[in-house]
């Protein structure tokens, strides 16, 4: 009783009791309240059955603190709720001992209510626990996995990274039609488009220079340009065009057949 008494006080002083109407009256009258016993019975049912009646006698005064006419649960439903003998078992190592109820731990090793045995699951039988640690045991693997893999494929990342980074080319880039030279250093080689070419530092050129077009035009004719840029300037278009044009003979570009000049 003391220890109930103890826990309305405790809400009581914080402002925070579920009971509205005991609250009011604690902060009205300056926590004034006086506790007492009013009826002692041999068993938890006739002590269930006399709060019922007695808060049923008493339900209209406006005095009575209660919101509920009772705590709406049996002697047998509370014997089953906090004394019902449970099973606890070690995750890890698959011990198991057999306590009384779950917060027996608490007591039995003198620590506040409520402890309970760490890095363990709780069964009605045996069964219900080795169920419970095996859903611990599939989730544990399945993280630890996922972890692995995780780290598996960050070293792999590092790896090509400094594999890359140690396998860096120097390029030499030019440009046939202007001679502007650029200098490059990267792991593939460099995209190349119109006049442009790239060759290793260590390499030759390659041997072709310009890319000779040949084009034919039903009112102009034939005619030859010497590279794709002075091509795409003369028909006005972008040289990616001129080249599609050019590697698909039967594409046209701007009414102009396009193809590559046969003696180069």
């Known amino acids: 009783m003391k220890e109930r008494i103890y826990q309305h006080y405790a809400y009581l002083n914080r402002g925070q009791h579920v009971n509205k109407r005991m609250q009011r ?11 007492s016993v009013l009826f002692v019975a041999d068993t ?3 002590a269930i059955e006399w709060e019922v009646n007695y808060l049923r006698m008493f339900w209209g005064d406006p005095k009575l603190m209660n919101m509920r006419t009772g705590d709406g649960f049996t002697a047998k439903e509370n014997e089953r709720n906090k004394r019902r003998p449970v099973y606890a078992m070690n995750r890890d190592t698959g011990q198991y001992v057999k306590l009384n109820y779950r917060d027996e731990y608490g007591h039995m090793i003198e620590t506040y209510r409520g402890k309970r045995l ?12 080795v169920s419970k640690r095996l859903q611990y045991l599939r989730k544990e693997v399945r993280r630890l996995y ?16 400094a594999l890359m ?15 502007e030279h650029k200098y490059v250093e990267q792991y593939n080689k460099p995209s190349c488009l119109g006049d442009w070419q790239a ?18 035009h039903p009112v102009h004719g034939e005619r030859v340009w010497k590279s794709i840029k002075e091509c795409s300037r003369c028909l006005d ?24 000049h046969r003696g180069c």
């Open 146 to 161: 996922e972890k692995e893999l995780a780290e598996d494929i960050k070293e792999c990342k590092r790896k090509q990274k």
């Open 118 to 129: 760490p890095n363990a699951v709780y069964g009605t039988t045996l069964n219900e626990c």
């Open 165 to 179: 980074a140690s396998q860096r080319f120097a390029y030499i880039c030019r440009n046939i039609q202007t001679g």
């Open 199 to 216: 060759r290793r530092v260590d390499h030759d050129w390659p041997l072709r220079q310009a890319r000779p077009v040949i084009g034919w």
């Open 25 to 35: 009256s604690y902060d009205k009258y300056s926590g004034r309240l006086k506790w």
């Open 237 to 260: 278009r972008a040289p990616i065009s001129v080249s599609r044009a050019i590697n698909k003979e039967h594409r046209t570009c701007a009414g102009w057949t396009l193809r590559p």
């Open 44 to 46: 938890v049912q006739t």
